[in-house]
Structures are given as C-alpha cells and as structure tokens.
C-alpha cells in the first residue's frame, strides 16, 4: 500500500531543531510512518528524509539515491547512529527539503556507515561513498535536531535562508 505524502517541515519549525525519540514500538504504525516518508520524498524529489521533516520526532529516516560507484540504494534506517566516516574529504554541494531551493558546497567525509534496524527491528548496518554517504550522514543529523546549513558560516547560513522558495510541498513556518 503506499503511503500518503504529508507536508515538509521548513527551516524554523521547533521539531526540525530538537533530538528525536527512539522507536520503541515496531509495529503497524511504524511500516505506515515509512511509506509516508517515502511518499513526502517522492513527491518532493529529494533523495532522503527523516521523520522530523513531516513532523514526527522519532528517529526514522528514508533513502533514494545513488552511490559513488552509481549504485542506487533505496531503504530506511530506524534509531541510526553514524559509526565512522572515512575517505577524503568532499566539498560537493548540499541541499535540504526542510531549506527547500538553495544548495552549497559544505565539506563531508566520503564515505559514512551507519548503523540501527529496520522496520522489524533486524539489525542493519549501512556503508555508503560519495552522494549516498553524504545522505547516510545528513539524515542521521537530522535525528539530531541538526540541519546542514548550522554546519555554515553565519552569513552563508543568511544568504541560504534568504534565497528558499516556497514549494506546494512544504509546510508552512509555524
């Protein structure tokens, strides 16, 4: 059954800045809390979401993106911790659908594992180079309540946020 695309959450709502829960309970509620997150993702065309971005603070995250090698990887990851990172550096550019429009270059290490469960509460651990650990490492920050721009300089940080769009997608600021 697929899920229902629900409104992203913008740059200034409290839940996109505050740590989540840890899911506790794997059951029904939890299969319908990831098929909406890839449905928001979907619609927005983003490559990875995390619960907080539709407004729910638990520790949940979906993926759909491609790797350095151009493997494309799609899943979820419940209550993640990023493990290690490795590789060089990488100053690619950044974007967020809780920023939604602007992108900049921001420095990430090139490869990134991650670990928690899945959906059943099966072990996963997670090893993804170039764009998917970028997103490995993005996402995991999200369920800590923080987003990439507080990795900028102040007035970088201002120029992002002062050139967003509003899209149908999101949610408006509370």
């Given at each position: 059954?697929?899920?229902?695309?629900?409104?992203?959450?913008?740059?200034?709502?409290?839940?996109?800045?505050?740590?989540?829960?840890?899911?506790?309970?794997?059951?029904?509620?939890?299969?319908?809390?990831?098929?909406?997150?890839?449905?928001?993702?979907?619609?927005?065309?983003?490559?990875?979401?995390?619960?907080?971005?539709?407004?729910?603070?638990?520790?949940?995250?979906?993926?759909?993106?491609?790797?350095?090698?151009?493997?494309?990887?799609?899943?979820?990851?419940?209550?993640?911790?990023?493990?290690?990172?490795s590789g060089e550096i990488d100053d690619g550019d950044e974007g967020c659908l809780s920023v939604?429009?602007?992108?900049?270059?921001?420095?990430?290490?090139?490869?990134?594992?991650?670990?928690?469960?899945?959906?059943?509460?099966?072990?996963?651990?997670?090893?993804?180079?170039?764009?998917?650990?970028?997103?490995?490492?993005?996402?995991?920050?999200?369920?800590?309540?923080?987003?990439?721009?507080?990795?900028?300089?102040?007035?970088?940080?201002?120029?992002?946020?002062?050139?967003?769009?509003?899209?149908?997608?999101?949610?408006?600021?509370?």
């Open positions: 059954m697929p899920g229902t695309a629900r409104k992203i959450r913008v740059v200034g709502d409290p839940v996109l800045h505050s740590p989540t829960r840890q899911v506790t309970s794997f059951d029904a509620s939890l299969d319908a809390l990831i098929e909406d997150m890839v449905a928001s993702m979907h619609v927005a065309e983003g490559v990875g979401l995390a619960a907080p971005q539709i407004g729910v603070d638990l520790a949940v995250f979906v993926y759909d993106c491609v790797d350095a090698d151009g493997v494309r990887h799609v899943g979820h990851l419940v209550n993640p911790v990023l493990v290690s990172t939604p429009g602007p992108y900049h270059s921001l420095l990430r290490p090139s490869v990134a594992s991650v670990r928690g469960v899945d959906s059943t509460n099966t072990p996963v651990e997670l090893t993804g180079s170039g764009f998917f650990g970028r997103c490995l490492q993005h996402e995991t920050e999200h369920l800590a309540g923080i987003l990439y721009i507080d990795h900028l300089p102040r007035n970088r940080r201002r120029r992002v946020l002062r050139d967003m769009e509003p899209f149908d997608w999101n949610a408006p600021v509370p």
